[in-house]
């Protein structure tokens, strides 16, 4: 029998848990890569030689950081089925950052006036700041994160992180399915049938892996026969891209271009704070005792790194960690993951996965990451909180309406701002939908927040938390006038956009003062009662 001391550092079934999160993590990062080039055209090598690097680091410290945390509780319990940890790149903000910050950046900063060299050069500043933005309130939060998570309801924090998951996690990755649904129909279909349905694969092989050579299979034959049309594009030539992730000050130019995007660069780390603290207590139930503060500590410094080192995406340590339990991991998957991940950034050969592997090949697992993430919204959450999560997933969806009209593939950029100016009914549809979406996240959050008070009672509390999103309003932190998103002070703005902004904010606190007589009202009539 081992003991503690001797613990092996890799077991066979560890092989099953490296290629789990290595296809989370190799998903993510093509996602975000194949958004910002096909959908935004942002320049690929930028991505490939530094923004990839930089972001595999800190997935690569991460890893061993979590791997000799388990050795250390391994030896500490007595524990030699102790597993580790698993970290990667997340996936929700990561899409965020490409579809709600990093690509809409790029665009604005050339239709400012930049060519594109100097456009990319900005934005990826903008994402290296991002990132040290983030790990420095993780950083701060990580000794506070109990007290955050008492203050913000859990239908608040999963419910704007599974209106992500939903519309753009989940709806955006679908239509790249269906643009080639006979590929990835099918890739959807096994990650369904192997980690919904629990469906059992030949030979016990992962299920993502199956869903991976089913959908390349049929990509390649269907493809090459002509099956696939448009559909169909030749994988990408073998290149060595060696680029080592050195620190730089680069990050420092891009502070100021974050100030537009706090609304969705703090609610990012915010989230990703109480998201550790919540797998922290999932490992723990399934019998793995990890402190708190140290997982989070350990994701944020990744974080913070990753963005020094040119990353633009941010580390957090995965939901399933009782899966990889369950599928018999340890230790030594992490460390393998680490390192393959790690040095595949520096030398290259991730950046060509990446690039080779077609979108409707990678997108069935965002898919199913997305169903996870919203199922457990509301599994995690009361039942009596369901109508608050359903609530709070109407400005993410408004969002991900913008970022489709805002595409100038689909409308004009002069056609989308008459549209948005056209105020011969009032307040155009448009201009609504903009607003709405602007800040979804925290939005999101004090939506579901002042309906679980509602839902509690709790009237006077509901509208103080209204008054706060009324004062957020004025400001541009939630339900920004401006189209790109941007915070002001609202005397600042133009008559007209500061009317909206007015209203907005008004509706909030006219509501507050309804919600504050009738908790007035009630107090009576329980006093008239005793």
């Not at 789990?20 to 975000?32: H, I």
């Not at 559909?231 to 620190?247: E, N």
């Not at 040119?310 to 990889?324: K, R």
């Amino acid at each position: 029998m081992n003991t503690p001391s001797k613990a092996p550092i890799f077991v066979s079934s560890d092989f099953n848990g490296f290629l789990g999160l290595l296809v989370d993590n190799l998903s993510v990062m093509a996602f975000l890569a194949t958004a910002l080039i096909g959908i935004f055209g942002f320049p690929a090598d930028l991505i490939y030689t530094r923004m990839l690097p930089g972001t595999t680091l800190g997935v690569l410290l991460g890893n061993l950081a979590y791997f000799f945390m388990a050795r250390r509780v391994a030896k500490r319990t007595g524990n030699v089925d102790t597993t580790a940890m698993p970290l990667g790149v997340d996936a929700p903000t990561s899409i965020g950052m490409a579809l709600l910050v990093l690509g809409p950046a790029f665009l604005s900063y050339k239709q400012a006036g930049m060519d594109e060299h100097a456009a990319a050069i900005a934005t990826w500043q903008l994402g290296m700041a991002s990132l040290v933005v983030m790990g420095i309130l993780k950083t701060v939060l990580s000794f506070f994160g109990p007290m955050v998570q008492r203050h913000v309801p859990r239908a608040g924090l999963l419910g704007s992180i599974a209106g992500i998951a939903l519309v753009l996690m989940g709806f955006l990755p679908l239509l790249e399915i269906m643009k080639v649904p006979l590929v990835g129909f099918a890739g959807l279909g096994v990650v369904l049938y192997a980690l919904v349905a629990r469906g059992r694969m030949p030979w016990n092989l992962p299920g993502v892996l199956v869903a991976f050579v089913i959908g390349l299979l049929l990509y390649e034959v269907l493809g090459r026969i002509g099956w696939l049309g448009h559909g169909y594009h030749a994988m990408a030539a073998w290149q060595w891209r060696f680029a080592l992730p050195w620190p730089t000050l680069q990050w420092v130019h891009g502070l100021p271009l974050t100030i537009p995007y706090l609304p969705l660069i703090l609610p990012f780390g915010l989230l990703m704070v109480v998201g550790g603290i919540n797998v922290t207590e999932s490992a723990r139930a399934a019998g793995d005792d990890y402190n708190t503060r140290d997982i989070l500590l350990v994701e944020a410094l990744a974080t913070l790194v990753a963005g020094f080192c040119g990353g633009v995406a941010q580390t957090t340590p995965y939901i399933g960690q009782p899966a990889y339990r369950a599928m018999g991991a340890r230790t030594g998957y992490v460390l393998i993951t680490g390192l393959v991940v790690g040095l595949g950034g520096m030398l290259g050969y991730l950046s060509n996965l990446v690039e080779m592997l077609p979108l409707a090949v990678l997108a069935p697992i965002l898919i199913f990451v997305a169903i996870s993430i919203t199922t457990q919204a509301f599994e995690a959450t009361p039942t009596r909180y369901a109508g608050a999560v359903v609530f709070s997933f109407f400005p993410a969806i408004a969002d991900m309406v913008v970022i489709k009209l805002g595409d100038p593939n689909y409308v004009p950029h002069e056609h989308f701002i008459a549209l948005y100016n056209d105020a011969s009914q009032g307040i155009s549809e448009l201009a609504v939908i903009n607003v709405l979406g602007n800040g979804f996240i925290i939005t999101s959050m004090i939506w579901a927040s002042f309906v679980v008070a509602m839902i509690d009672g709790k009237p006077l509390r509901s509208a103080c938390i209204l008054v706060l999103g009324g004062v957020l309003t004025l400001f541009g932190v939630i339900h920004s006038v401006v189209p790109g998103g941007s915070l002001y002070l609202p005397w600042a703005l133009d008559p007209t956009s500061r009317a909206i902004a007015l209203q907005f904010a008004g509706a909030y606190l006219v509501l507050a003062l309804v919600l504050a007589v009738l908790s007035l009202s009630r107090r009576e009539g329980e006093g008239s009662l005793g």
